[in-house]
C-alpha cells in the first residue's frame, strides 16, 4: 500500500492559534522517509518570530478565551475526546509514525498510538481529582492550598518517540490547565502536526496547544529564553538539556530534563536465561535502539557469561530487520542519516578499543544488497571492559555491549559508574536480591525480570546526568502545578 502523509501535514505549515499556518519567512524542508531516503512531504521551517507568535497565542489563551472557563468537568472530558480522536485516527497514527521514524507498524500500532490514547484518558479522569489541602493555620485564621497551571509550557522533544514523548508533556500540562507550544524534532515533525489537527477538531480550544516546526538551535532556543514561558518540559540530549536549563535560569522557568542513558541490565547466574534473552534483546534493539531508556549495556555473571554471549549473538542475528510497515518487521532503519553515521562510528570505536564482534556491525540489511534507507545490523559486542568508550558513551543505536561479572558488589559499580541514570534492570530468581539490588541502583526506574514495561500510573525520569523533573503517573502532572497558599483571617 502507498502511504501518503495527509494533507493536514503535508502542505507546510506550523500550528498557531487553531489554525494551519505558514511560516513567517514562507520556508518549507523536507522531511525524509528513513526507510526508502525518499521525500514524505515538506513542512514549514519556523522562525523565533513564529515561536513568539505561538507563545502569544497560548499566553491569550491561558489568559482569557474558552480554554480558563472551562469546568474541571469540562476539561477533563476534551482530553477524554482527545483520547477517543486518536483512537478513531490510530491506524492513520500508527503509519504515519511508522514512515516518519522507521518504527515498525506493529510497535506503532502496538504501543506508541494506544498508549497516548490511553495517557490523554489517565490525565483526563485526574483533572477533577486535584485536591488542594485545608491546613491546619494559628490563632482565628483558616488555611488551604490551591494547586493552579503555570501559565505557557514549552516542549522541546527528540526524533525517537515523536508522538509518546510529546503527549507525556501535553497530557498532563492540559489536564493540570496550562497551555502548550511545542518544537517537535527536525527530522521527525509530523505526528505532532497531526496530532494538534486531531486535538482541535475534538474540541480544545484555539491557541491551547500550537506546534512550531524548525531548527533546534533558533526555535527551540526561544522557548527556553521566552518570558512568557513558564515551564520547559525537553527530552533529548545531555549536552542540550544542560545548556537548556542554564538559559531558562535568567527567566526562572521551571525545567524538566528527560536526557541521556546508557541503561545496566545485569543478568545473575540463577535467572531463568530464556526469559533474559527475550527481554535483554527487547532492552537494547527495542526501536533500533534509539531508546534512552535502553539497556544497552549488558552485564553477565560468569557462569552463564558464555552462554548468554552466544544466546545474545542467535537473537540478533535471526531477528527481522527490513521495511517498517511489514507487520513482520521487529527491527527499522536509524531514523536519521546522522543517526546512522553516529552507530558506524562508534562500532568502529568498540573494534578499536578491543571488544570482540559476536553479530552484525556492518550497516544495512544482511542478505539484501540493494537496500536503501539507514539501516544497521543488530550489533552484539562481548568482552567489552567497564572502561571502554562503547560501555560508557550513549550510542542510541541498535549496539549491544556485554561484560562480565562475578559478584553482586561488583555488578552494582559497574551499573552505577555510568554519569547516566535514567533505567537499570536486574534478572534473578532470588527475591532477596532482586530487592535490595534494585534499591541500590542509581536509576529513575529499575525492571525485575523485564524491561521496558510502562504503565500510565508508573513514572519515569533520571538520576544524575540523566536529567531531572517524571514523566507519567502522578509525579507527571505534579510538573504542571504550582501551589498556593489562602489564609483567611476568620476572625
Ligand atoms: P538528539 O540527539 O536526540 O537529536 P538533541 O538534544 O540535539 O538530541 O535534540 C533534541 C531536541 O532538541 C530536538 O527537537 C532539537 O531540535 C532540539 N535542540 C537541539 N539543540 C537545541 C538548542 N540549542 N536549543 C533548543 N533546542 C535544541
Known amino acids: 500500500m502507498t502511504i501518503q502523509a495527509p494533507e493536514t501535514v503535508a502542505d507546510g505549515q506550523l500550528f498557531i492559534h487553531g489554525t494551519f499556518v505558514p511560516s513567517a519567512s514562507g520556508e518549507t524542508r523536507e522531511v525524509v ?99 488542594g489541602a485545608a491546613r491546619p493555620a494559628g490563632g482565628r485564621s483558616l488555611a488551604y492550598t490551591r494547586r493552579e497551571p503555570l501559565g505557557v509550557v514549552g516542549a522541546i522533544t527528540p526524533f525517537n518517540f515523536p508522538f509518546n514523548l510529546a503527549v507525556n508533556k501535553i497530557a ?18 509530523l505526528s505532532a502536526l497531526r496530532l494538534a489537527g486531531i486535538m482541535h477538531e475534538a474540541g480544545l480550544p484555539a491557541g491551547v496547544f500550537n506546534v512550531v516546526t524548525g531548527d533546534g538551535a533558533t526555535v527551540g532556543a526561544r522557548l527556553a529564553t521566552h518570558p512568557d514561558v513558564r515551564k520547559l518540559a525537553f527530552t533529548g540530549s545531555t549536552a542540550t538539556g544542560k545548556r537548556l536549563a542554564a538559559t531558562a535560569a535568567d527567566t526562572l522557568k521551571r525545567v524538566t530534563l528527560e536526557l541521556g542513558g546508557k541503561g545496566a541490565n545485569i543478568v545473575f547466574a540463577d535467572a531463568d536465561l530464556d526469559a533474559a534473552t527475550q527481554w535483554a534483546f527487547q532492552a537494547a534493539f527495542f526501536n533500533t535502539g534509539q531508546f534512552c531508556m535502553s539497556g544497552s549495556r549488558l552485564l553477565v555473571q560468569r557462569p552463564v557469561y558464555d552462554e548468554m554471549v552466544k544466546r ?144 500510565n500510573t508508573t513514572s519515569f525520569g533520571g538520576y544524575k546526568d540523566s536529567g531531572y523533573g517524571r514523566e507519567l503517573g502522578p509525579e507527571g502532572i505534579d510538573e504542571y502545578l504550582q501551589a498556593k497558599t489562602v489564609v483567611v483571617n476568620t476572625e
Open 172 to 189: 498532563p500540562a492540559l489536564a493540570a490547565g496550562n497551555t502548550f507550544v511545542l518544537k517537535p524534532a527536525e527530522q521527525t515533525p
Open 33 to 131: 522517509n528513513p526507510a526508502t531516503e525518499g521525500v514524505i512531504c515538506r513542512v514549514a521551517w519556523g522562525s523565533v518570530a513564529d515561536l513568539d507568535q505561538a507563545v502569544t497565542a497560548a499566553r491569550g489563551a491561558f489568559e482569557d478565551g474558552d480554554w480558563p472557563a472551562l469546568t474541571l468537568k469540562q476539561r477533563g472530558r476534551v482530553l477524554l475526546r482527545i483520547a477517543d480522536a486518536i483512537e478513531e485516527h490510530a491506524e492513520e497514527l500508527a503509519r504515519l509514525e511508522s514512515l516518519d521514524v522507521g518504527k515498525p507498524i506493529s510497535f506503532t500500532r502496538g504501543f506508541d498510538v494506544p498508549s497516548a490514547a490511553d495517557l490523554f484518558r489517565y490525565y483526563g479522569g485526574m483533572v477533577e481529582q486535584l485536591e
Open 312 to 455: 545474545m549473538a542467535a537473537q540478533a542475528a535471526a531477528v527481522p530487520v527490513g521495511d517498517p510497515l511489514d507487520p513482520e518487521t521487529v527491527l527499522g532503519p536509524l531514523a536519521h542519516r546522522a543517526q546512522l553515521a553516529r552507530v558506524v562510528e562508534y562500532v568502529a570505536i568498540a573494534r578499536a578499543e578491543g571488544a570482540v564482534l559476536r553479530a552484525g556491525g556492518s550497516a544495512g540489511i544482511e542478505g539484501d544488497a540493494d537496500a536503501r534507507g539507514y539501516y544497521f545490523q543488530p550489533t552484539v559486542f562481548s568482552d567489552v571492559t567497564p572502561r571502554m568508550r562503547i560501555a560508557n558513551e550513549e550510542v542510541f543505536g541498535p549496539v549491544l555491549t556485554i561484560t562480565p561479572f562475578d559478584t553482586e558488589d561488583e555488578a552494582v559499580a559497574i551499573a552505577n559508574g555510568s554519569p547516566f541514570g535514567l533505567a537499570a534492570g536486574l534478572h534473578t530468581t532470588d527475591l532477596r536480591r532482586a530487592h535490595q539490588i534494585a534499591a541500590r541502583l542509581e536509576a529513575g526506574i529499575v525492571w525485575v525480570n523485564s524491561w521496558a514495561m510502562f504503565e
